[in-house]
């Protein structure tokens, strides 16, 4: 009899232990818990940062800088920008990825580093899909095919006519191996039964001081880049690669217009934060951030201003968005095939 009240002495106190573990347990997930919702009410309490995967100074810079000062005012906090270029925004996006899900670090994202990085290399150092929670559009965009003021084309179709008949091969500007700039001119030579030289560049700023300097000929970027040397009469447009012209270049036609008309080639730039950012935080964000960018003063002088195009696409569509663009990237890529390995 008393071992079997020893027994039952030991069962109770075991019984206790794992109550009193489970209460310890359930009190530390309520105290997680209303920690993430205080953290939330309270967004934001600190500097925001804005990382752009590019060059200071560049297309994506004329967006996130204004942008970083509106939010500023909007939110009573203070917003910053810190460039991080390098390797077609993995660099970037690897920084963000791996930062704390608290809203206090941005991605300025694009294609670029959300839909073409993925389909153009073989591994990453981060999952667009997985590391990452969509926040608002900015801003979508339609490349430019422009050429340096003393090449001799002023049309498509005069130098696809130079490209065929010339002995050696004219050359191109891009970006970077498998950029965007890249894709777009090697689909395109492919319509126009064509081959150029692709001279790959760390960025835009060079790649455009070369072209108006003579040492390429082609180039395709979004308008914000050349559009100073166009005003200048240093660099003369050919055609735009979206469904409709550019309020900057009125006179440039799109490629439909002129006789080609399944070509397009078009980007964005949007805000992502990391994966598991409370959920209270991502729409503080994307309502302000949204609110910004369809407001006429940001758009007259942000984004017209720089050639950009108002975004269509919603905070609420913006997830399907983004994996809509992951697939047509990774189509595209694959239809290329060793067009890309030059």
């Not at 500023?72 to 993995?90: D, Q, R």
């Amino acid at each position: 009899m008393k071992n079997v009240t020893q027994k039952m002495t030991r069962f109770t106190n075991i019984c206790k232990a794992i109550g009193i573990g489970l209460v310890c347990i359930s009190t530390l997930g309520i105290s997680y818990a209303q920690s993430e919702v205080n953290s939330s009410a309270s967004f934001p309490n600190r500097v925001i940062k804005i990382i752009v995967p590019f060059n200071a100074g560049g297309p994506a810079d004329a967006l996130a800088r204004p942008l970083a000062e509106s939010l500023s005012k909007k939110l009573n906090t203070s917003v910053i920008v810190e460039n991080k270029p390098g390797a077609n925004a993995a660099i970037a996006s690897q920084y963000v990825a791996k930062s704390p899900a608290d809203g206090y670090t941005l991605l300025f994202a694009s294609d670029a580093g959300m839909s073409l990085s993925p389909a153009t290399q073989k591994s990453l150092p981060y999952d667009p899909a997985k590391d990452f929670v969509g926040v608002t559009m900015v801003a979508q965009l339609s490349q430019l095919l422009f050429v340096g003021a003393n090449f001799p084309a002023k049309t498509v179709q005069e130098l696809q006519a130079i490209a065929s008949a010339s002995p050696n091969p004219i050359s191109y500007a891009s970006i970077g191996v498998g950029s965007q700039t890249h894709i777009a001119v090697e689909s395109l030579s492919k319509i126009l039964n064509i081959k150029m030289t692709h001279v790959p560049y760390t960025g835009a700023t060079l790649a455009l001081t070369d072209l108006v300097g003579g040492n390429v000929q082609v180039m395709m970027s979004t308008v914000a880049g050349p559009l100073p040397f166009i005003k200048s009469g240093k660099i003369r447009p050919l055609a735009m690669a979206g469904p409709e012209r550019n309020k900057s270049l009125p006179q440039v036609p799109t490629f439909a217009e002129i006789g080609i008309p399944n070509y397009e080639s078009r980007g964005w730039f949007g805000i992502v934060a990391p994966a598991k950012t409370p959920p209270a935080v991502v729409q503080t964000l994307s309502k302000s951030i949204w609110e910004i960018s369809q407001s006429e003063e940001y758009i007259n002088k942000v984004i017209e201003f720089n050639g950009f195009e108002v975004a269509k696409v919603t905070p609420q569509e913006f997830a399907n968005f983004l994996a809509k663009d992951r697939l047509k990237w990774k189509t595209l890529v694959s239809q290329m095939g060793d067009a890309l390995n030059n």
